[in-house]
């Protein structure tokens, strides 16, 4: 039986990757992001044997992702994944920031996930469980300084992560926190870099294949909460 997977906020990079690797293992891929077209070209371009469904939301906005959540369950059925994997960048200090670019990070990190998990968590609740999973960063455990708005959302979303995993583990939802600790190849990456080496990339469909193995645990007892990816050797980032 196919599973249903909504990865919210998917664009060129991982979030392709992802929709890419879960259509080839037989999910119902739907894509959440602002971009219409960008989501139209690759929910008809996912590979057998998964389907794509285009699903035009703002993660900011509360009505439409609910909106967008009765979308799947019109054409898929209930939820069986969500990768919670929007990301609004706020590289700011605390004096240079506004309020409005701080809440901004906040809305997509913090509350456009949370929403997201309530619908699927909903789901997999009725279903007999599932698997969400949230994408962090560096700022999601270590503080970089200069970047307040990104950091206090990413922490604030591993926090939610870890609450959700803990209330709703004994029902048989799998949660787990995904720290990227590196530069994702995605394009145009390598144009604004154009002196690293390539070990020093981070491959998206590489990547693709650890959250498949997250959504694939089978063992509750050695379920993984967090998961660290990183450049292995050339990582300079995370201490």
């Keep these: 039986m196919s599973r249903t997977a909504v990865i919210a906020g998917v664009g060129p990079g991982l979030g392709e990757s992802l929709a890419r690797k879960f259509a080839v293992e037989g999910c119902q891929v739907a894509l959440f992001a602002r971009s219409e077209d960008y989501l139209e070209e690759l929910a008809d371009d996912l590979p057998d044997s998964g389907e794509g469904l285009a699903v035009q939301t703002d993660l900011t906005d509360v009505d439409q992702i609910r909106d967008g959540f009765e979308a799947v369950r019109e054409m ?94 004994p029902e048989g939802v799998h949660v787990a926190h995904v720290v990227i600790d590196g530069q994702i190849d995605a394009p145009g990456v390598r144009d604004r870099f154009p002196d690293r080496e390539d070990e020093t990339f981070l491959d998206p469909d590489e990547m693709a294949e650890t959250y498949w193995h997250l959504v694939e645990q089978d063992d509750v007892s050695t379920q993984p909460f967090e998961v660290h990816i990183t450049n292995g050797p050339q990582n300079s980032e995370f201490i």
Aim: aromatic share 10%; glycine share 14%; proline share 1%.
């Design 76 to 169: 898929f059925g209930p939820v069986d994944i969500l990768v919670n994997h929007a990301s609004a960048a706020s590289w700011k200090g605390l004096m240079d920031v506004d309020v409005e670019e701080f809440e901004r990070a906040w809305a997509v990190n913090g509350r456009g996930a949370f929403v997201c998990s309530q619908e699927a968590v909903g789901d997999m609740l009725e279903t007999g469980g599932g698997t969400v999973i949230f994408t962090g960063a560096t700022s999601a455990v270590r503080s970089l300084g200069g970047a307040i708005g990104f950091t206090a959302a990413k922490f604030a979303a591993r926090g939610m992560a870890m609450d959700i995993a803990q209330e709703f583990g």
